[in-house]
């Protein structure tokens, strides 16, 4: 990684050197092991450096991703939070929320999702791959590497390196740190699988996580308190609980992945499979990625589509990144009442209401029928 912009880096330096025992401060972050990896972090960081950890830490309502929902706004201000933390979270999109939440408190930002526009002001500061460094693609610098990288300039957190890793196995980021992830496994006497680091031990901490979480949200805090309290990878591995969360769901995905075949919509033509799904759990963004990693999908684009309380959620994946899904997912819900769409090329996500769904699936394929949203060097 080569780091760029040093005003910026300065300027996120100086954010985390301001903490102080009489402040409040809160972690926001994402429901999945980047964003609780990258919440750790920081928390370990607040911790050493004042003494304490963060006064609170919770997880933005359902479909605010990229904005900041009233709740989040309400819960801040209940706490009297003087500094909050976001970590693997887009809200830099909603620049008029950051603008209001400034002048609450002030604002850090860990994401490496699409970028718009660097927001950094007196009150903010944006910590984006886009913005701090040249050579790897932002969808890579994940969260939990981001935070990392900038705790380890005020403590020496070595010991949380492991912690890292998991945030960059579960996000698809391995082949960028190959280098990282050597050291750490060698570091705690863990084998390596540079082939398929999901298949290692460090990629069972990762799957524990995610499975406890997209079974229930509720258990994100048990998660955090797991991870804070875990001195080593093997500490979390030997947890019952998330042991026993994590066979119950790979128990279900199980069932999806093999029925794929007999349920999911194939479009030859457009290279998109369209999966509905009715699952016990939200298992549509792991049935994606495993469809998506099957030589024979791998330039395809996998929709995996979710139906809850009158919502349908949509994984999507296209593991070449023929097809750019986080503006294609984005566009698609553009305008649909209660609706968004973003996160990665490779890999991204969208909501909207069950009566938009015929909507959203025309936006898609009329998009693909026409090419759009084609990466750089791509053809229909």
Known sequence: MLPKNPQQWERIDRFLMSFSPKEKIALVHDYDPDGLSSAVIMNKLIEHLRGKPADAHFTPPHGSKNTIAPET??????????????????????????????KQCEVLIIDHHRFFTDITSERTVLAMPQLLADDIEPSRYCSAKIAFD????????????????????????GKAWPEFLTEVFARHGLKPNPKNWFK???????????????????????????MMRSVKPQDALKDKKLAALRKTFDKEINVWVTQAPKRMEQHKDLKLIWYELSPKYHINSPVATILSLRPQYHDWVILAIEKEKGMAGCSGRCQSQRVAMNLLLKDATKGLKDAAGGGHVPAAGAHCRVQDLDVFKKRVLEALRKG?????????
């Open 200 to 226: 290692s031990e460090l990629g069972s901490v990762s799957g524990m996580f995610f499975a406890a979480m997209a079974i229930d949200v509720k258990n994100v805090r048990y998660c955090f308190d797991v």
């Open 150 to 173: 900038l705790a380890n300039r005020h403590a020496d957190l070595t010991d949380c390196d492991w912690i890292a890793a998991t945030g960059v196995i579960a996000d698809m980021a």
């Open 372 to 380: 759009a949203y084609l990466t750089e060097g791509q053809s229909s």
């Open 73 to 102: 706004f309400a819960e801040l201000k209940r706490r009297n939070i003087t500094k909050v933390i976001f970590t693997d979270l887009g809200i830099h999109e909603d620049t008029a929320a950051i603008k209001k939440l400034e």
